[in-house]
C-alpha cells in the first residue's frame, strides 16, 4: 500500500477528519471524528452508532465527567471503517456518550495510530499515512 494524504483544517482546536463506516448490508455512513493521541482506543457515540443502525439502545442517564471526557460503557465491532483513506475490517471501538455541543462522533484513538506511520505536517494541514513494513 501507498501513503495517503489527509487534508484537515488548521484553524480548528483539534484534528477534525471524515470518517467512513460501512455496515453489514454496505450502507456507508460518513463520521465527524478527531484525531485523539490520548485515547487508548477508538470512541465512536452511542447517538451516531444507534442512528446507523449499529447499536439497538443507548444509556439514557449516561453522566458524561466534567471536562473534555466521554462516558464509556460498551464495546463494538464495526464491520468496516475507513479512516485517512484506510479500510480496516472487523474494527473494535469504544461505545460512549458523547458531550452533543462537541459536534463530531468519533475519537480516533492509538489502536488506529499502532497500525500506520502517521506524519503530522501542521503548517500543511496535511496526516500523510503509510502502513508499517511499505518499503
Known amino acids: 500500500m501507498r501513503k495517503h494524504i489527509t487534508s484537515f483544517d488548521t484553524r480548528k482546536h483539534h484534528i477534525h477528519l471524515e470518517c467512513f463506516i460501512t455496515d453489514a448490508q454496505g450502507i456507508i455512513y460518513s463520521v465527524a471524528g478527531i484525531l485523539d493521541t490520548g485515547a487508548p482506543q477508538t470512541e465512536f457515540s452511542d447517538q451516531f452508532l444507534l442512528y446507523a443502525g449499529l447499536l439497538e439502545s443507548r444509556r439514557e442517564n449516561a453522566s458524561i465527567p466534567p471536562g ?29 456518550s458523547f ?6 462522533d468519533a475519537l480516533i484513538g492509538l489502536d488506529f495510530f499502532r497500525r500506520f506511520l502517521m506524519t503530522i505536517d501542521y503548517s500543511n494541514g496535511i496526516l500523510i499515512t503509510e502502513p508499517y513494513g511499505n518499503d
Open 68 to 96: 473534555l471526557q466521554t462516558h464509556k460503557y460498551g464495546r463494538l465491532m464495526l464491520p468496516s471503517v475507513e479512516i485517512c483513506g484506510y479500510e480496516i475490517a472487523a474494527f473494535e471501538v469504544i461505545v460512549s
Open 99 to 104: 458531550e452533543a455541543s462537541w459536534g463530531i
